[in-house]
């Protein structure tokens, strides 16, 4: 099985498609593999807090040609993620040993896994791993009946697809993320560009409420998995001063409904209790698991 197994560096520009198709291929609902989406992957390459020059940390496992391994990180170095083909675990020990090595920040790295990812959590108790947080995964079914929620009067719906003003939708995540007072005027609306660029990106399924004085108070980002059928929302943001008046209901259950008639059967939501209000379920948990030394 292993005869062809190599290990190499990750090329930014060379490789991104096929760790898609990895990630894509090595799906489970069970494991969530981590959590390491194909979105997931794709939306954090295009984020401006994304270290692309890094990159050729991440570590791939590679059986005739076929990836079977991968640790990479989300942002940056310091906080990574270990992910394994069915029938290769016993390269577990050596993708969380090169995770020390090349991922590690100040004699210190922290791995993602799932609750569920019982070998994984064993392996990192042996070899030094501590426990240090946990959140929910949730899911919205699309069994389920989607809740309806009335726009106040003068509040549109409108999709990137009719209309992508970047600085209102600049000025909307500046302000719904809480990132301070006022945005760059210049700088952040290169991000904001940047952030369209992912080849899955899908202005149809992205969701803008719109108030009535034109402004962009609301902003729900969809992702379509053609491959699993499910959905995956990122980002969701609501200017502070409209919370509360059901504009994200509205923005989620718009872009959900929309990726049911494209055969998703489910949606991958937050953590925020906002998400468990509105029907999504929790699946499973994240964790954080950290070892330090000298």
């Keep these: 099985m292993c005869n062809g197994l190599i290990q190499r560096q990750y090329k930014l520009l060379g490789d991104f498609y096929k760790v898609l198709d990895y990630l894509a291929e090595v799906y489970n609902i069970e494991t969530l593999n981590s959590y390491l989406l194909p979105q997931f992957f794709e939306y954090a390459h295009t984020h401006p807090a994304f270290n692309h020059k890094l990159t050729h940390k991440f570590g791939i496992w590679e059986n005739n040609n076929e990836i079977v391994g991968l640790v990479c990180y989300e942002m940056d170095i310091g906080e990574c993620f270990v992910s394994i083909k069915n029938g290769y675990d016993s390269l577990l020990p050596e993708l969380i040993k090169y995770s020390e090595e090349k991922m590690s920040l100040n004699n210190c790295v922290s791995i993602w896994i799932i609750d569920k990812e019982a070998e994984k959590k ?101 992702w379509l998995d053609k491959i699993n059928n499910y959905a995956y929302l990122e980002p969701l943001a609501t200017v502070p001063e409209y919370r509360g008046l059901g504009l994200a209901t509205a923005a989620v259950v718009e872009g959900m409904k929309k990726t ?25 948990y994240r964790e954080l698991w950290k070892k330090e030394w000298n």
């Design 260 to 284: 049911k008639l494209l055969g998703a059967k489910y949606c991958f939501g937050g953590v925020p209790d906002f998400y468990r209000h509105i029907g999504f379920k929790t699946i499973a």
């Design 122 to 222: 064993n392996l990192l108790d042996k070899m030094g791993y501590k426990k240090i947080h946990s959140e929910p995964v949730t899911i919205f079914s699309y069994d389920q009946v989607f809740p309806e929620k009335m726009l106040p009067k003068g509040f549109s719906i409108i999709s990137l697809e009719n209309e992508n003003d970047f600085r209102e939708i600049n000025d909307c995540l500046w302000y719904g993320f809480d990132h301070g007072p006022e945005p760059d005027p210049d700088q952040d609306i290169d991000c904001r560009i940047l952030m369209q660029s992912g080849p899955n990106f899908r202005k149809d399924l992205t969701t803008i409420i719109k108030a009535p004085n034109g402004e962009y108070v609301c902003y729900a980002g969809m």
